[in-house]
């Protein structure tokens, strides 16, 4: 099935709405246990002088997790989306435990411009993350160009997304089991997703073919592939976003 793209920011707030009151935390949960799992078997663990980022954070769903699964580490959210970052602001200051999330929180940036926004971040990155973002970016150059630039060599990257289904029947078929646990919304958002995904063979080529061969490219299961790894050779230091 050939790729098309979709609007890189969700800015209605309808679909911003919508995405937040659904119900995601299985995967969120996995995520997290994946995150922590490659961590653990890296011998890596997070601290107070750590700082960990969550790239395209949307509603806070994933920010959240890992602030509370790490709650000495400084957590910053980063959406494009204005009407996303103000839908995280507030989930966090209703949270039910608001302690726990006292080290999070959230900038409005495009990740491609990020660099040209005037906030410090005055720890070098330890942890970055990524939930279904990269099939929203039109170009996988600038989404690799990015992270690769807020990376260290330190930085453990992991990035999670879906995977373009082999033909229209898959996708429409996954479309049908979608529509009987989301609303309409987010059934339509999952299909334009579903098409606007790239394929292990188009990450797994664009990491051999530019210099990317640190970072790994998995398949999980039939639906999700999975982006992680530390770049090599990267300067160390702060980055300023």
């Not at 679909?15 to 799992?37: C, K, P, R, T």
């Not at 920010?63 to 494009?80: C, M, Q, R």
Request: glycine share 4%.
């Amino acid at each position: 099935m050939e790729r098309i793209p979709e609007p890189e920011l969700m800015e209605k707030k309808e679909q911003v709405i919508s995405y937040d009151e659904a119900d995601f935390s299985e995967g969120e949960v996995n995520l997290i246990n994946q995150i922590n799992h490659y961590l653990l078997r890296k011998n890596i663990s997070l601290g107070e002088k750590d700082l960990i980022v969550d790239l395209g954070c949307g509603p806070g769903n994933i920010s959240e997790k890992l602030a509370i699964k790490w709650p000495n580490t400084e957590v910053v959210g980063i959406d494009g989306s204005k009407e996303m970052i103000l839908r995280a602001q507030y989930n966090k200051e209703v949270s039910a435990d608001p302690k726990k999330l006292k080290k999070l929180r959230y900038i409005c940036s495009d990740i491609k411009d990020i660099k040209l926004t005037n906030f410090l971040l005055k720890k070098k990155i330890s942890l970055l993350v990524s939930n279904s973002l990269i099939h929203h970016i039109t170009h996988l150059e600038d989404f690799f160009n990015t992270i690769k630039t807020m990376s260290s060599n330190s930085t453990v990257n992991f990035h999670k997304d879906l995977k373009r289904p082999f033909d229209e029947k898959t996708a429409l078929e996954l479309k049908a089991k979608c529509s009987k646990k989301y609303n309409e919304i987010l059934t339509t958002d999952y299909y334009a997703s579903l098409r606007a995904s790239y394929t292990f063979k188009e990450l797994k080529n664009f990491t051999l073919e530019n210099d990317l061969s640190s970072l790994d490219v998995f398949e999980e299961g039939d639906n999700y592939l999975i982006v992680y790894g530390m770049f090599k050779n990267q300067v160390n230091g702060a980055y300023i976003i």
